[in-house]
């Protein structure tokens, strides 16, 4: 099972990208769902998570207001909506995923997803 992560690309400060991730199966339902970068020389991150049932949605303080986790369950995809992208934004996207339930404090760390997908890259000019 392989998770296929698109939408990376060039953007210029201030512009939006939107990230797409579904699982190679439609076989695989997910409970969470989520996004971690990883800037060059920089640990991976946590981004956002999303529950996928209930919807539920988890963000980094830093840049809730900025990016939206979303799904379309029809499609079995996520989606993340990244506004107001900055220079410190650009970073290689990676979508994860686990078919178990993470409690809150677990879902922030890269350790609680099986599946990963192989990152996508977004680059913010200046």
């Known amino acids: 099972v392989q998770l296929q992560a698109s939408g990376g690309g060039l953007v210029q400060t201030g512009g939006s990208l939107r990230l797409s991730c579904a699982p190679s199966?439609?076989?695989?339902?997910?409970?969470?769902m989520a996004w971690f970068r990883q800037a060059p020389g920089k640990e991976r991150e946590f981004v956002a998570a999303?529950?996928?049932?209930?919807?539920?949605?988890y963000y980094s303080q830093s840049l809730k207001g900025r990016f939206t986790i979303s799904r379309d369950r029809a499609k079995n995809t996520q989606y993340l909506q990244m506004n107001t992208l900055q220079p410190e934004d650009t970073a290689v996207y990676y979508c994860?995923?686990?078919?178990?339930?993470?409690?809150?404090?677990?879902?922030?760390?890269?350790?609680?997803?099986?599946?990963w997908g192989q990152g996508t890259l977004v680059t913010v000019s200046s």
């Open positions: 994860a995923l686990t078919r178990g339930s993470p409690i809150v404090s677990t879902l922030y760390g890269s350790g609680a997803y099986e599946y």
């Open positions: 199966t439609s076989t695989l339902r997910p409970s969470v």
């Open positions: 999303m529950r996928w049932n209930s919807g539920s949605t």
